[in-house]
């Protein structure tokens, strides 16, 4: 009776994989609370009060920057772009919604069903 015989008849999982997803996870110190799509704040980010401890100096950050920036000389721009105050923030925020809406738009077409390649049994 060689190894793979062996485990089978034992009951243990053959495959490394199903090992690996029956592991226990240890149970986090923080609260676990999920939102509407899953995702668990508890784990993932921290509490809500946590988050918001950390966004609001962020957006105080990223405003103080803008302001700089009406503050930089322009006598000698490149391009149109840099003689315009903001426009790097505003360029960057746009290039970002839309690298995330187009990355949405293409998954809804690329991805397969959980059963695309049969059960998980079969």
């Given at each position: 009776m060689n190894l793979q015989t062996n485990k089978l008849r034992s009951g243990a999982p053959s495959n490394p994989i199903e090992n690996r997803s029956?592991?226990?996870?240890?149970?986090?110190?923080l609260p676990v609370q999920q939102d509407r799509r899953g995702i668990?704040?508890?784990?993932?980010?921290?509490?809500?009060?946590?988050?918001?401890?950390?966004?609001?100096?962020?957006?105080?950050?990223?405003g103080t920057?803008?302001?700089?920036?009406f503050l930089v000389p322009r006598e000698h721009a490149v391009f149109i772009g840099d003689s315009i105050p903001g426009f790097s923030a505003l360029y960057a925020l746009i290039a970002t919604l839309l690298i995330i809406f187009v990355s949405k738009f293409?998954?809804?077409?690329?991805?397969?069903?959980?059963?695309?390649?049969?059960?998980?049994?079969d």
């Open positions: 029956k592991r226990a996870i240890a149970p986090s110190p668990s704040f508890g784990r993932d980010f921290g509490t809500p009060e946590q988050i918001q401890k950390i966004t609001i100096p962020l957006y105080g950050v990223l920057l803008v302001l700089i920036d293409l998954g809804r077409g690329l991805m397969k069903s959980e059963d695309y390649y049969g059960g998980r049994y």
